[in-house]
């Protein structure tokens, strides 16, 4: 480790001493830098180092490495936020009114349009840094191809040992048409390919962040307990890669709802990748609610859950008497709060069940407040009590 040490100093000519930041880029590509690290707060505690990979996962899974608990924390980066994007293309007084809470109506018309942009560029950051130059989407196009490129790329990385090259790539050509869809392994996306080849190319897929497999919980109260024995249902790396892969950005940038682009599919995925992309320190993947029986099936989109409360979100435009398994939920519930996003501006509503009468509490939030769903709950929740 020493000599090691020795050299990184002399290439670099500074010496590795005080308050010195190493960083090591894309340290997958050798394993044996993989398997020092735990050696540098050994032997060097003062030096602190950070790592980055795009394949860490799946490289220590295959190679056997591992650290003893406390030496190594682990940070996961996502594509930029909508907040992240908009300090990213300059736009820092929108950025300014977004972080206000409640953000002021009279910036919604605003805000709403440049997270529409969002939708269609998406946060991956060669794409963000190409789109501000002169915020002309076409120009983005090369960056695109390339990222996709790259990932096919990558494929043979990914699949050594677990599942054919030529299973993985294919399974990866077909997420995008197969998300925000409830899906099965066998024949995944047409394939012809069986339940074990397909469940493990996905998982593959997972272990590189490429796409996260959502398992639904059927529970109404806390603890939260997720059902894998049901269909999961797919997220896709980014909401821009996305609207690009299925040719929807000339959609997006029109006048229509967006709500009735793909059935309000990417107005789903980008408040999944949001709710996601909240913390680095821990990759918790969005969960949905079912209930399946022969009498009655429901769906909520998303749950997100604090220290005190269950919050159930749905993502649809219209009155609230549309959100029937959002009513059956709500009865079946302890809370009283419940979340809708939609492109309009914030509402708070008093609800009843057509039901039984169950009385809760709807706050309607622009689809851009996503990533402060948990925010928007606790600041409404507070001034109820």
Known sequence: MSQLLQRIALEKGTALKGETLLFIDEIQHSSKAMGLIRYFYEELPSLFVICTGSVLDVMMEEQGISFPVGRVEYLYLFPLTFAEFLSAIGEDEAALLFEQVPAPSWAHDHLMRLFRAYMVVGGMPEVVARYREGRDITLCSSVYN???????????TYASGLASLQVVRRIMEVVPSQVGNRIVFNNFGNTGYRSRESA????????????????????TSLPLSLRYTKSPRLQFIDTGLLSFSLKLQSALLGPDDLHTIMGGMLCEHVV???????????????????????????????LETDERRMIPIEVKAGSSGRLRSLHLFMEQSTGDLALRFYDGPIQLDEVSTPTDGTHYRLLSLPLYLASQAKEYAAYFAERAE
């Open 146 to 156: 390339s990222l996709m490129t790259s990932f096919s790329d990558d494929v043979a």
């Open 272 to 302: 999944g990748q949001e709710l996601l992309a909240s913390s680095m320190r821990a990759l918790e993947k969005p969960i949905f609610w079912v209930r399946e029986s022969a009498q009655s099936s429901a769906q909520i989109d998303y």
């Open 200 to 219: 493990n190319a996905l998982r593959i897929l997972e272990r590189a962040m490429l796409l996260y497999l959502c398992y639904p919980t059927t529970a």
